[in-house]
């Protein structure tokens, strides 16, 4: 399988160098130190661009590889309880193209709706855009600019900007061609994973429980990205119905599907309500449901998938942001969706599987040790302060930390 | 086995594997610096918001540590950093608003004089043998439908600028989250040495900027004040402009004085545009030239040559906020490059650094003595 070879060749590099890698300190720095940072950056550029030349076939595929790992606990779940390989394979298909196909199914019900409704709104878009038009050449910019932005608020151009979203209807067959193809051959290759795993293990430990390791994050990262993309398109789609925006059902889908967008998809999601709530209903509608998306989207992204997700992922915030920036200008779109996979693949192939490189993992966002230090930092500090203002609280002084202040009154009846 | 001429430092075991000729390696060095350099060009769109977050954050990062000595907990503090990052980024803004604001409010009362000034010196220069094609090219650049045209693509330009700027606030979030958790790892960057580095890099940037924004703003009241004075219009645009391209090391204040200095032509004449050439020379010579490079090179220490180099190779790889940007860029990578390699000593010294606590050369005399 490509990914396989893709790995086994990146990985080799590493390998001889392993056996005198001594602690980071005392490392002899290589004469060819950088030469070999300019090359591997010149590499990383140029896989970039090779990645983006054939991004409609590499993004599809790509997606597929997910989608396998993602099932794969169901053929195991198969094979233990006794079914044949041969049927277990069919099964994970057939449930990979259930799932795909409900959500395609999905989007295209809710898109024709919004297609039925939308020869209602021209004249209103119309009046829009003159009215911005008017704006702008009282700024005292050019008729020719006027135009250009003006045809932005063509319906047929907000059709193309929401389909663009999922690629052109031309496109569109290609990569369901791609992507049907790839989960097939994929399932059946799937089957022999386990063990060639377990057979690498002996020879390469590293590669084997990182190549694990990556399954598990991103399956849990989207599986449970993916229920609470749910969770949120249909809190979304019920709001949008009751608020009385047109073309709620398909706002739901566009939630659900930006949820797979790490910080930057809420606002992507949440542009189409607000100009058709302003449309239908002017200020407070918009009001309404920058509101409602706002506490959906606190909740769910803030409060629920950290505490779900939990350190399956470990980036840091500003390298999952950029990572999103990065995918979406190489693979588009669907770059974006997948940005966490991809980075997290690109984090297994060089970091993970490289012990030179464990010293990063840290600086990438993995903070569990950070975590522990400052929590008892965190701890210890709170001590001292306790014990400085132990004395100072029975005197009647000092109260700048109510905390502090309210643990040393506390203590000091005991 | 070619060792190169430059190296001081002891060769060790590492030298004798040393698998390339001298020659091809730096061939290969050079050949895949290009292509690194290019791979930013092209993605300077989404890396240029980036570095200018990353200095933001670097710059308002030890606001957090007088806040955590006094028991704040750390997201209180890092609200505080986000805070005075974006008040930074809002001031930064808001003048270059104000400015770009008052200038383009500016330019219809004076399109006539500037038409007329052209004119004027595409006579002088004919008069001097030039040839008419350059005399039409100078005027064609003062003509006002071209003013007007420039400011429509500024206007135009203000959408890509809000997108990025989007981009910088929404980093600032993450970076100053993270940046509170690596002050609690026990080594960022895998060795104390790289830490060493690392802290140097962190205090010299942050140096820099003060350093810098401080002797900007003196230099931008004077030189308002001295067009003021003059009776130069809008004297505040150019004082803010003043501030802005002080961050330009060595050529900023040349941008700086070019537009004042054309509307002094345009207002009174050759006299009032010598006469604020002058004084400006004299206030940013002083300053800029003579003073400045007293704090600012004990922040950085990088040679006068390699600093107006940078400026010039950073504002063409990410555009012009490289220009702004080029000391922290021309440290990062000698950060990354020369000061971790025992081998570079000749360059780092040649880069204006010349010498580096931590290094060997450093160290072993002190430990004799």
Known sequence: MWWNRRKQAEAEPPEPAAPDAAPADTTPVSAHRTAFIMLGLAGAVVVSFGIAAIAEIFVWSFFALVLTICVYPLRSWLERHGVKRGVATVAVILAVVLLLGVFVFAFFFSFAQFLALLPQYTDEFQTWASNVGAWLSGLGLGQQQIDEISTWFDPGKVLDVIGSLVGSAAGFVTAGVILLTMLMLMAMDSSPVRTLVRELYPRRPLLATAAFAYTIGVRRYMVVTTFLGIAQGVINWIALVLLGVPGAALWGVLAFLCSFIPNVGYFIAIIPPIVFGALVGGWPLVLAVIVVYGIINAVVQSLVQPRVVGNAVALSQSITFFSVLFWAVVLGPMGAILAIPLTLLVRML????????????????????????MEAEDAAAKAERKLRRHPAASGGSAAADPGAAAAASDAAPS | MTRPATTDAPTGAGAARAGLAHGTRVLLTFAAAVVAFAGIWLGREILAPVAVAAVVVIIAHPVRFPLERRGWPKWAATTIVIVVAYLI???????????????????????????????????????????????????????????????????????????????????????????????????????????????????????????????????????????????IPIPIVWAILAFVTNFVPNIGFVLGLIPPAVLALVVGGWPLALAVVLAYCVINVTLQVLIQPKFVSDAVDLSLTLSFFSVVFWAFVIGPIGAILSIPLTLLVRALLVEPDDHAETLRRLSGNPAQEGSHHVVEPSQAG
């Open chain 2, 89 to 231: 980024l809002a001031i930064l803004a808001g003048l270059l608003v104000f400015a770009s604001a008052q200038f383009v409010a500016m330019l219809p009362d004076y399109a006539d004089e500037l038409q007329a000034t052209a004119a004027s010196i595409a006579d002088t220069l004919s008069s001097l043998g030039l040839s008419d094609e350059a005399a039409d090219a100078t005027s064609s650049i003062l003509d006002p439908g071209t003013l007007v045209g420039i400011a429509a693509s500024v206007a135009d330009a203000v959408l890509g600028f809000a997108t990025a700027f989007f981009f910088v606030l929404a980093y600032v979030i993450f970076m100053a989250a993270d940046a509170a958790r690596f002050g609690r790892l026990n080594t960022v960057f895998g060795s104390t040495r790289a830490d060493g580095i690392g802290t140097r890099y962190f205090s010299g940037v942050r140096r820099y900027y003060v350093v810098n924004a401080t002797f900007g703003a003196i230099v931008a009241v004077l030189d308002g004040l001295l067009l003021w004075a003059l009776g």
């Open chain 1, 350 to 373: 060089l970091v993970d599987s490289n012990p030179n490189m464990t010293w990063t993992r840290a600086a990438l966002g993995d903070f569990d040790e950070a975590k522990k230090v």
